[in-house]
């Protein structure tokens, strides 16, 4: 019997059949969970029982959790997902809740988190009243790259449209300390900070976005992976062209 599992189950009030529905898997699949000690969910599955039940999930699998222990420089690298799209939506949910001081989305488009997050406007807007602070980077989507990319891509929702989609979004946060700026340096790699933690999806030639191998990085010291995509970023940051202007017309 995994007991810590079980514990935790009966605190959270969540019932088998509600834990199978949160993680996306059969009631009999989470019974083996509890049932079977040895039992160990995959690693995405973990996360969302840890979500759902609010328990760390060293906790909840310590056998499985010391095995992932690491004391290299990829310590840094938390978790892998072949495609963007393998990435629970529930992980990015998390990572926003989370965050308290920094909250980066550069990522070319960005579009799929207007789809993807539920009133994640507000979500955003909320932060940024709480001091956190959050930023935008997108591509132009009247820019010769961004053209280029489009036939790459040769998709039915071109890029420019996802981009328009984001800036009308970005438009709605005016005035709620949410900044966003033009970039063009990172239309081949998108970086997604929340805090201490990152989402790195790295685009390979003739696909998009959702189709990227991704990862998820947890800063562990300093001149790691984690922090040269932090200034990675922040470089582009600098270079990067205001979105909004003021009432004088200025950038």
Not at 20 to 31: F, I, Q
Not at 72 to 85: K, L, T
Request: one cysteine or more; glycine letters at 6%; hydrophobic letters at 35%.
């Amino acid at each position: 019997m995994n007991e810590p599992l079980r514990r935790a189950m009966t605190q959270a009030r969540i019932s088998d059949s509600q834990l199978a529905e949160r993680c996306g898997v059969d009631t009999k699949t989470v019974g083996r969970w509890i049932t079977q000690t040895g039992r160990v969910p995959h690693a995405r599955h973990r996360w969302a029982v840890s979500q759902a039940l609010g328990e760390d999930e060293s906790v909840l699998w310590p056998a499985a959790t010391k095995k992932l222990v690491k004391a290299g420089p990829d310590r840094e690298v938390a978790e892998v997902f072949p495609y963007r799209s393998a990435c629970p939506a529930s992980l990015w949910r998390s990572l926003i809740t989370k965050a308290e001081r920094e909250l980066t989305f550069a990522g070319y488009t960005n579009y799929f988190l207007w789809l993807e997050q539920a009133r994640f406007g507000t979500a955003l807007r909320r932060k940024a009243s709480a001091g956190c602070r959050v930023r935008f980077l997108v591509g132009d989507p009247d820019s010769d790259l961004t053209r280029s990319r489009e036939k790459e891509e040769d998709v039915a929702l071109s890029l420019s449209t996802r981009i328009r989609v984001t800036l009308a979004e970005l438009e709605k946060l005016k005035g709620h300390d949410v900044d966003a700026r033009f970039s063009s340096g990172h239309a081949y790699l998108s970086v997604f900070r929340f805090d201490d933690d990152m989402i790195v999806t790295p685009l390979l030639t003739h696909s998009v976005g959702h189709d990227a191998p991704t990862l998820h990085l947890r800063r562990h010291q300093d001149d790691g992976m984690f922090d040269r995509f932090a200034t990675h970023v922040e470089e582009l940051w600098t270079r990067g062209t205001p979105v909004w202007e003021d009432s004088d017309g200025q950038a």
